[in-house]
């Protein structure tokens, strides 16, 4: 098996972005492709590594930023590590596709290169939400989908029950629609409609009904389902709380030298509380309904999460994922 | 001036309402009109004051509860103490009300039967949230609508406005639209045709463009705007996340022996930090949009909290946000 890696993308490229396949071509017995800039590569290889064995680059001296707009980075910059990447994907050098860069790009380069399943009108983003419990939700759709309706919704549902059955080991997972009130006729047209169609579908899925936002965290259900304008609200409005109230507290905690000495003593159990937000434990972000699996490593990846982002891409292909998920949207 | 006041609405009612009621009273030299059981009432005047000047009481037998189904249950319990001083506002014998029970209740009743402005499709709630800075912002609408259209939003900023100008005395208030990005062409459809017509506005309102929610925090604006959908699931998810992580928080510091004496030292700190999150600081949520100020104070009011919230609603009448509201919908 063959993955290809953007080893141009994130904040740490590309220096975590090698060691991490580094790593993952060793414990997982991977072949790798490493798309980016061949100078730059070869130098880190070299420094980490004396087997060069089932590693492959692609040279790419371009590379897409978060600030290119994703259509038009994808269609010109033609010789940039993601592009290359896919295409490796595209042509079938490689069977899957790792970047931890611009979500926007990877999401149309995922779409219009490696292209849609047969019966999937949008591919979608699972992002994993990390909760109190110390398990996690997948939220889909997280930010791919605006406008949606209701069959954009149910099918994000299937691709999610999917992947978690397949990829995360989760038995039976329980797939909620993200709604205002948690009665069946609440929230809006949208909301209804789906909460509709997932009561009534016919395939093997654990509908459990609406859940509101306040309960998110408390790891209720394994599948959060909903449009990618309020995914994307929710998910970076729990970050931006997480980030205000930690920024807030460390404020505080410097604010006298009682609370200094405190701050001092409550160090290791912060760190042990902290560590549950920890997002590269459960991997990156998949998305769903393209020919071939396509990972969204978090973009301050470091080596590990990268590995993490690799090996979930090799049970993607090994369970083939993209292949039921083809299976089931015709029966639905 | 009088104030209306649903005395049984409310986690701490109608001791704390009752309360609240008579330190308005006081303070701000208003007569106050208490609807609920007078029974009740009466003990808790009696306990509470020697001075009965200024407080009228309207016996309401019945009660609405956060399970009743709003519109039904204005329908059908005309002897409860929302409807009772809902009708007080409607029947001009209360020039404004103040409730903290049932949001979905008065904002059903406030529009059944103290009625839209003249040219407001959608009365909408504006929910008051403190930022990191100290300050707040008003995120309008906060759950009032779903499904709404440009028109809706654009009347939401103008109501927030004429609020925050009036109310809040807060002068040029920043209005940002809450969106997926920054750029003027991200977002849904509703968000982009919002964009459009907050631009264009020949009113002299201070549209700053495009907010991402993970900087609503941060007080970079005045007033958010948005459909009632997505600002619900923004409140709650803000909600459940600092709910989340106090407790996550707190069991931490219990953790260990260690982390236990750090949590004593850091409590005085924690505490301060804590009250920069105090809702009641800012007062009620206003209805905007309908014909006499109408004010949900916090569910788990105190009296201190009942007492700002009834003088929002004073400054609301002195100042004729309704008016001034209809007069800018005439000249949109």
Redesign the interface.
Known sequence: MKIAIDAMGGDNAPVAVVMGSIQARDEYNLNIILSGREIEIKKILEKNTSNFNNIEIINAEEVISNDDKPVLAIRRKKDSSLVKALNAVKNKEADAIVSAGSTGALLSGGTLLIGRIQGIERPAIGAVIPT?KGGFTLLIDS?AN??SKPEFLYDFAIMGDIYLKKVMNIKNPKIAL?N?GTEKAK???L?VETYEMLENSKLDINFIGNI???????GKTDIIVC????G??????????????M???K???M??T??K??????????S??KS?FDYSEHGGAPLLGVKAPVIKAHGSSDAKAIKNAIRQAKICCESNVSGLIEESIMRR
């Open positions: 109190m930010g605006v406008d993200a205002i929230g809006d047209k909301t509101e936002a306040r309960d998110i965290l408390q449009d990618g304008f309020v994307n609200m929710l998910l970076k409005t729990m970050e931006g709380t997480v980030l205000e109230l920024k807030g507290l404020t505080a905690l604010s006298t009682r609370s000495i405190g701050g001092i003593l409550i160090k290791p159990a912060l042990d509380f549950k």
